[in-house]
Each structure stands twice: as C-alpha cells, then as structure tokens.
C-alpha cells in the first residue's frame, strides 16, 4: 500500500459525490487510517477473530438501480450506514477512501480490498452532514433503526 504524506480531506458531501462521480471503484474505510493499516494489508474477522484476504471496505460505486438519484444522497446513505463504527471501534477511528481490487467479501458481504491506493480523509462534519441529509428523507424513505442515535 502506498501512503502519501499528507493525503488530501474531503471537506462536504459534494466533494465526495464529485470524486465518486470521476472516479470508479473507490471505497471507505473505517479504521485509524492507511498508515495504521499499511502492515496488516488484511482485516480480521470480529467474532471469530479469523484473518480475512483483504481490507474491510464498503463500495461507494453508485449502483444502477439508483438511477438519477442525487449522487450526494447515495453517498451520504453510504457513510450513514456505517457512522456507528468510531464509537464501536473507539478513539481514533475515522473514514477514509481508497481504491483497492476486491479480493473476497467478508462475514458481512463487504468487500476485501487488497492493493490499497489511499485516496483521501473524509472529514468528521461530512459524517454529520449525511446524517443530516438521511433524516431529511423522513416520510419518504423508511425508517432506518440504529439503536445508537
């Protein structure tokens, strides 16, 4: 995995849809970032502790069923559906995107990303800025139960 020094932030939901709109394949990744995950080059089961053959990442390809949705909607969805993992993971555990080549799919179906290229942090206000985004669906989406907020 190559880190460079100083990765770039993406600072808005816009940022990140336009990068995902340019840029296929990428990824977010909740963990205490690429330098931190530069050696392990893999994730590990947490139940069972099993060594899985990549990284745990979630895709943020927009998929075709979508349609002409707003991009921004699709990846606030995406980081919603994961805002969780910092307080359950602990200090220090953030969001960043990565291109990668799927190797396997984890106990979750999530993909495992090998050959990892950081791409860039995603800032705390856009987490809450997609929370914001995914309670403004109310009455047009379902309910989205997480026990935690």
Do not use: F
């Amino acid at each position: 995995m190559s880190t460079p020094d100083a990765l770039p932030v993406l600072r808005s939901l816009g940022e990140l849809a336009a990068l995902v709109e340019r840029t296929p394949h990428l990824y977010v990744r909740w963990s205490h970032g690429p330098e931190a995950d530069q050696g392990a080059a893999e994730s590990r089961d947490a139940l069972t502790g099993v060594r899985m053959p990549g990284l745990s990442a979630n895709p943020l390809d927009v998929e075709p069923w979508w349609e002409d949705r707003p991009v921004e909607l699709w990846v606030a969805r995406r980081l919603y559906d994961y805002s969780h993992l910092p307080r359950e993971k602990g200090p220090g555990v953030r969001p960043w995107v990565l291109r990668g080549r799927v190797r396997g799919r984890g106990p979750d179906n999530e993909p495992l990303v090998h050959e990892v290229e950081p791409v860039g942090w995603i800032e705390d206000g856009v987490i809450k800025e997609a929370e914001t985004a995914v309670a403004d669906q109310e009455g047009q989406w379902g309910t989205m139960r997480r026990d935690d907020r």
